[in-house]
């Protein structure tokens, strides 16, 4: 008896727990390659997941042969609902890793280098990928 209400009780407390860990995780296609970290990665299906679980800074963009590791900042979006998506800046030919978004209108916003900002600068436009 006492090992059924002990099983019971991981079998509810990995219930309650399960859905919060299954928001974090963005899964999709990027169809064009893309800059992340500094790192060029190829077209392809992506998971974005935070690295540490009870710290968002730190994403891991990966698939089955790739991956990055991007430091992330929060960004708020008042107007704007997002759905679980990357937000990608095009400017000079590259496609570069910007914003990721699970839900809502709080993000992230990846920290950007000096190169970025001098593209952004120069003009560019946005592009959103949202998760399959």
Request: charged share 15%; proline share 5%.
């Amino acid at each position: 008896m006492k090992f059924c209400k002990i099983s019971l009780f991981l079998v509810l407390l990995v219930a309650v727990c399960l859905p919060a860990v299954a928001q974090s995780v963005v899964r999709l296609n990027i169809p064009f390659n893309f800059i992340a970290a500094g790192k060029i990665l190829p077209a392809g299906h992506y998971s974005v997941v935070p690295v540490f679980k009870d710290d968002r800074a730190a994403w891991r963009i990966s698939n089955d042969h790739d991956c990055a590791v991007v430091l992330t900042n929060p960004v708020e979006s008042p107007q704007t609902e997002h759905g679980p998506s990357l937000v990608f800046l095009h400017a000079g030919g590259a496609y570069s890793l910007v914003q990721i978004w699970n839900m809502g209108h709080l993000g992230r916003e990846v920290l950007r280098s000096n190169v970025k900002q001098t593209l952004v600068a120069q003009g560019g436009e946005y592009v959103e990928i949202g998760a399959e």
